[in-house]
């Protein structure tokens, strides 16, 4: 029996991913070099170790109980050699990154600056995705991880999220408006005001239909942009009061704009995710570690908004609602 330790690498990575192309990403082959490393690993063996289809790749019951007995022995290996490794991997090639559209123009840019700083070789790729495609990205292995922002915590078991920091929504506005004269102002209060914010691309209208829930606010229709300017103009137009997380790791106000604290206090929180159970390649982690410590970085004053960064998850104390505050 003449097998290498490279096909029972690469037939564990079709195994976890299944998926050929995946794997073959994995290794930096092609798929083609992959369908054929673990067809020479079935012909060693005489065991067909998948079943194939032109959709899917499922494990047969042989190659099920190979992966799980190979699978762990090779795990021990890599985190031995990683740990061996540890001072000089992870700071060269492509690192695959999603993120949605308005934290990639204020901290996630900061972040890459920072990689850039610290591992000029190592090139980190954002893709602009809303939240639910930033998401499907990671568990799907496109992206090695993700930044998305949340009022609760995320749903189901796929996915390792490490809280980097909270912002509170403020109530965004002109000086001369009369909530302006408040030092904060009540959720309560806006029912009373057209609105102004982000769309669910950004994760903002989920905490924004908390708080109307929890404050036994009625349903109402509120305008809903992609990005932050676009809200601002429409509050600097008069058009509306703006709702939005206001600290220095998003966007600035204009400086035309005041913002005010909202009460009771709603919380967003902006979280780096990876797939759970699969642990990061050495150069997605370097990466990772340079946008985590950048969250703990302290943060610039912002005008008219005291900081309420935290760097451990307070999630809001309410329930969820089946309240729907956007209308078409």
């Not at 290996?77 to 992870?90: F, P, Q, S, V």
């Not at 220095?248 to 979280?271: F, G, I, K, Q």
Request: with cysteine.
């Amino acid at each position: 029996m003449n097998v290498s330790l490279q096909q029972l690498k690469v037939f564990v990575a079709v195994a976890r991913e299944r998926s050929f192309t995946r794997a073959a990403r994995q290794f930096d082959l092609t798929q083609s070099a992959v369908s054929r490393c673990v067809r020479e690993l079935e012909d060693s063996l005489e065991l067909k170790l998948f079943d194939r289809t032109t959709r899917q790749v499922a494990l047969t019951n042989a190659g099920a109980s190979l992966e799980r007995r190979i699978g762990r022995l090779l795990d021990e290996i890599e985190l031995t050699l990683r740990e061996e490794r540890a001072a000089y991997d992870g700071h060269t090639g492509v690192v695959a990154l999603a993120s949605n559209p308005v934290l990639s123009s204020s901290w996630v840019a900061q972040g890459l600056a920072r990689c850039t700083a610290a591992f000029p070789e190592l090139i980190v790729s954002v893709e602009d995705q809303p939240q639910s495609g930033v998401l499907a990205s990671v568990e799907q292995g496109e992206a090695d991880f993700g930044v998305v922002s949340t009022a609760e915590p995320l749903a189901g078991d796929l996915l390792h999220a490490q809280v980097v920091f909270t912002t509170p929504l403020h109530a965004v506005m002109p000086p001369t408006h009369p909530l302006a004269c408040e030092t904060s102002v009540a959720w309560s209060t806006l029912q009373e005001w057209a609105l102004v914010t982000l769309n669910a691309d950004a994760g903002v209208r989920a905490a924004v239909e908390l708080a109307f829930s929890a404050n036994g606010l009625k349903r109402r229709t509120v305008q809903e942009f992609g990005h932050v300017a676009a809200v601002l103009r429409m509050v600097e137009l008069g058009l509306g009061v703006g709702v939005l997380p206001v600290d220095a790791h998003w966007p600035p106000l204009a400086a035309s704009l005041v913002s005010r604290p909202l009460l009771p206090e709603m919380n967003l929180a902006t979280l780096l995710v990876h797939r759970r159970n699969r642990s990061l390649r050495p150069n997605a982690a370097a990466a990772w570690a340079q946008f985590a410590a950048l969250a703990a970085t302290p943060l610039a004053a912002v005008e008219a908004a005291p900081s309420a960064s935290s760097h451990g998850l307070v999630w809001p104390a309410v329930a969820r609602s089946g309240a729907v505050l956007h209308e078409p």
